[in-house]
């Protein structure tokens, strides 16, 4: 059974710093490039960041410079480091595959606001 547990979300002041975690199962979690992905009230889902199967990563231009993506292949988990937090990085934080299918987490809420 696909699971895909996101954590770590909370509410935090302009400049800070979160750090996000993903742990999986059933979805062949090293065989797969993974990515973060968030949504802003009122807004669709965007893709922010990306781990390829080897570690390579990739990011949108929002994001690029602060935030760092990385991932655990045993512990099955995914991490997003996040720095200088903006407010408009205010958004529910998913984890999926690159690209994603299938059902989709519960996410984490990440709050940045003065």
């Known amino acids: 059974q696909e699971q895909l547990v996101e954590s770590g979300g909370g509410m935090v002041r302009p400049g800070e710093s979160l750090r996000l975690s993903c742990v999986t199962s059933?979805?062949?979690?090293?065989?797969?490039?993974m990515g973060w992905y968030r949504q802003a009230p009122g807004k669709q889902r965007e893709l922010v960041a990306v781990?390829?199967?080897?570690?390579?990563?990739t990011y949108s231009d929002s994001v690029q410079g602060r935030f760092i993506v990385s991932r655990d292949n045993g512990k099955k988990t995914l991490y997003l480091q996040m720095n200088n937090l903006k407010p408009e990085d205010t958004a529910l934080y998913y984890c999926?595959?690159?690209?994603?299918?299938?059902?989709w987490g519960q996410g984490t809420l990440v709050t940045v606001s003065s």
């Open positions: 999926h595959t690159f690209p994603a299918e299938g059902l």
């Open positions: 059933g979805i062949g979690f090293s065989a797969n490039a």
């Open positions: 781990s390829s199967t080897g570690g390579i990563a």
